[in-house]
């Protein structure tokens, strides 16, 4: 017994005396290789390292998709590494992408990649495509991607037959879309964006959209394969090539977008058609050299061209353009100081021309009969126009909802009794038309009928929202929740408004506590409901307390581990508090960059606790140099080097006792990491030199 007290004393007194101990030593803790840029991969709740993401480093190129260059795993340590003598080659900027298993996404634009990666959880999002016709957009297809137009595609998914589709694994409030299918609008939308019902669906309304089809040929007429062509709409596209008849197709390309055509052997770059030289839907061609466009050296006649059946020309100044035949080049028609009231001006190269309205919503419609232009003398041709039909919208639109009105090809923006833009107050006297209402994350379309004494009307008749009323006494901040989706709500004096569905949970804000209420509603909308505040409805809530008197500004993350509550944030000197019922996770910074993990079990108390003692290391090589280093300081990433003095990475905040700092060396894998083991007194500031070895 004595014997076994004293070895225990004995050992005791060892570890102790280990656990006061200082040490430092090499770590071979990155790949070989010389002259590399590395990053730091880290979960952005923990500041853990993750270890197995990947690094993608892709190319900023004008017109494409990104291509790949370069790609790195991290290690045990989270660090990726990227050869820098290829980035300095390269000499330009890029996109450098990083992806791991149950997160979302992370992407940067620079020359090199940043010191260091902080990534999130993803999870699934939905959304349904619907263009403004009110028909669901199948077979879209859709492009994930972050950052700017020319970033890499990190997903491709497709719409099925209702228009819906799943972003897998994404963060919401990053990840963009850029979508095409036939009849709409290619263009971008922001996945966060998307007006939603809380059902973790959201509705994305798409524009109208037209074609751009055609062929290019050189001067002597032969085709020319491997034509570049994008339509300026978006730096994504739509975009194209010739094949070998050099022929092109886009589809989702904006009304009087520019075509920017680059030719296999470009001396000039781009060549531009501008948005008013064609038309779409008509076949173009066009005669391409590497210089540009082939110079027009046909000579113009002139033509006047009468407008009859409106007195309206004040309105026709470029309202009415004529589309030749064969190249469906085309061409403007304005009117001339020099000619008669009504008379059109145009000076035209020969050939066959078809005359048509410029705008669907402009204020007449032309009859189509071509006409022909030869060389020689002056032509004098008659366009027979009859003036659209007016569109009228009766019933109420709210003030605060979106609406439109469209038609097959084009619509336009407004807001009722007349829709505001002057020009969509023409409509066509014929074919589809509807008024589209967006409020309340929901998007109704009502269509306008036939022309009637040369007006159209639309009837917008909204259903009544549900009506929530609250009990008496009881005010405060209301979300009203599915899951970790926010649904669109309105407050009035009679209630909360909504036209969401389901079982879901209503949230309020008193400024005391917070109060979780469960909620049913039906699907059909127009119920008023009276919402019974519970004793038991009264939350719990997970507190984080400041330092007592230190007074710091702390920004503040709260973030539930699952279930039953979603992400806070705030910022101050005071509490913050959020609903939580299970493990949560509390992240704290100081504005010096002193970070502060912990995971709770539950609600309750947490006070933040941080030391005044401090390290600060001047990391050189052999040379006395200064080496770009990545600290893990007991396993977490710390912030970078002070702004003040680039060659010190200073850490902050520590408290008293043993503590494990890893340095790990970014600009040049060529050096042994270095671990060194410190014991620090309270208060104190301690400055050293490390000097890493060459491996």
């Given amino acids: 017994m004595i014997v076994c007290a004293l070895l225990t004393a004995v050992i005791g007194t060892v570890a102790a005396a280990q656990d006061d101990a200082e040490w430092e030593r090499d770590v071979d803790a990155l790949a070989p290789g010389d002259e590399t840029a590395t990053s730091l991969v880290v979960d952005a709740l923990t500041r853990l390292p993750i270890p197995g993401a990947r690094l993608t480093w892709y190319a900023e190129v004008e017109g494409l998709r990104a291509p790949a260059l370069g790609t790195a795993i991290s290690n045990a340590y989270g660090m990726a590494t990227l050869d820098w003598e290829a980035l300095a080659t390269w000499n330009a900027d890029g996109h450098f992408v990083v992806t791991a298993e149950g997160y979302a996404a992370r992407h ?45 595609i990190l997903d491709f998914v497709q719409t099925d037959a209702d228009g819906d589709f799943t972003v897998r694994g994404q963060d919401a409030d990053e990840a963009q879309l850029w979508v095409e299918a036939p009849g709409t609008q290619a263009d971008y939308l922001d996945l966060s964006d998307g007006v939603g019902l809380g059902a973790g669906v959201r509705t994305f309304l798409v524009a109208p959209g ?12 032969r085709p020319i394969e491997g034509v570049f062509v994008r339509s300026f709409q978006a730096h994504r596209g739509p975009v194209g090539m010739t094949d070998r008849r050099g022929h092109f197709h886009l589809v989702g390309v904006e009304d009087d977008s520019s075509l920017y055509m680059e030719h296999p052997q470009a001396v000039n770059g781009w060549a531009i058609l501008d948005g008013d030289g064609w038309r779409s839907g008509t076949p173009l061609q066009v005669t391409l050299t590497p210089w540009g466009f082939a110079e027009d050296d046909e000579d ?91 569109l009228a919208v009766s019933g109420a639109i709210p003030d605060d909802a979106a609406a439109y009105v469209a038609v097959e090809g084009t619509a336009a923006l407004g807001v009722a009794p007349f829709l505001d833009d002057e020009d969509s107050q023409h409509v066509p006297r014929s074919g589809p038309l509807v008024v589209a209402v967006e409020w309340l994350g929901r998007v109704f379309f009502f269509p306008a009928g036939e022309t009637i004494e040369g007006v159209r009307t639309a009837r917008v008749d909204l259903p009544a929202p549900h009506l929530l ?40 804000d008193t400024g005391d506590a917070f109060l979780r209420v469960p909620v049913s509603l039906p699907a059909e909308p127009g119920e008023r409901i009276a919402i019974d505040v519970a004793p038991q409805a009264v939350e719990r809530t997970l507190r984080v307390i400041p330092p ?41 910074e100081r504005p010096d960059h ?26 050189v090589d052999d040379g006395g140099d200064a080496v770009d280093v990545t600290a893990l300081v007991d396993g977490i990433a710390v912030p970078q080097r002070d702004a003040d ?41 301690r400055r050293r030199r490390v000097r890493l070895t060459l491996r």
């Fill in 108 to 152: 940067e634009y620079g020359q090199y990649p940043p010191d260091a990666f902080e990534l999130v959880r993803g999870r699934d999002v939905g959304g349904r495509l619907v263009d403004m016709l009110g028909r669901p957009v199948a077979d879209a297809d859709i492009e994930v991607f972050l950052g700017c137009g020319h970033g890499p």
């Fill in 210 to 221: 037209g074609t751009a089809e055609g062929t290019v040929v050189d001067a002597a007429g």
């Fill in 300 to 390: 113009t006649v002139p033509v006047l061209a009468r407008v009859l059946g409106t007195a309206d020309t004040d309105a026709l100044d470029y309202e009415i353009v004529v589309v030749r035949d064969g190249d469906g080049r085309a061409y403007a028609a304005a009117e001339d100081d020099d000619s008669p009231r009504g008379v059109l001006r145009l000076d035209l190269p020969p050939g066959l021309y078809v005359p048509q309205a410029a705008y669907a919503f402009g204020p007449v419609e032309i009859d189509p009969t071509p006409f022909d232009v030869r060389s020689g003398r002056p032509l004098r041709v008659t366009f027979n126009a009859q003036p659209r039909a007016r």
């Fill in 469 to 508: 009323q609250l009990p008496p006494g009881v005010h405060g901040q209301l979300e009203l929740l599915r899951d970790e989706d926010a649904c669109e709500i309105e407050t009035t004096d009679d209630g909360l408004i909504t036209y969401a569905s389901g079982d879901l949970e209503l949230r309020i």
């Fill in 548 to 588: 007592e008197g230190t007074g710091d500004w702390m920004d503040i993350w709260i973030t539930p581990l699952r279930g039953g509550g979603y992400p806070t944030h705030g910022a101050g000197r005071g509490v913050l508090r959020a609903p939580v019922t299970g493990p949560a996770w509390v992240r704290v």
């Fill in 594 to 619: 002193v970070v502060w993990t912990r995971r709770v079990d539950g609600p309750g108390d947490v006070v933040v606790t941080w030391g005044a003692a401090s390290l600060s290391f001047d990391v």
């Fill in 645 to 685: 003095d680039s060659s010190v990475l200073h850490v902050r905040g520590l408290t008293p006792g043993p503590h494990t700092v890893l340095l790990l060396p970014r600009d040049d894998d060529a050096f042994y990491a270095k671990e060194i083991r410190v014991v620090l007194d309270a208060g104190e500031e």
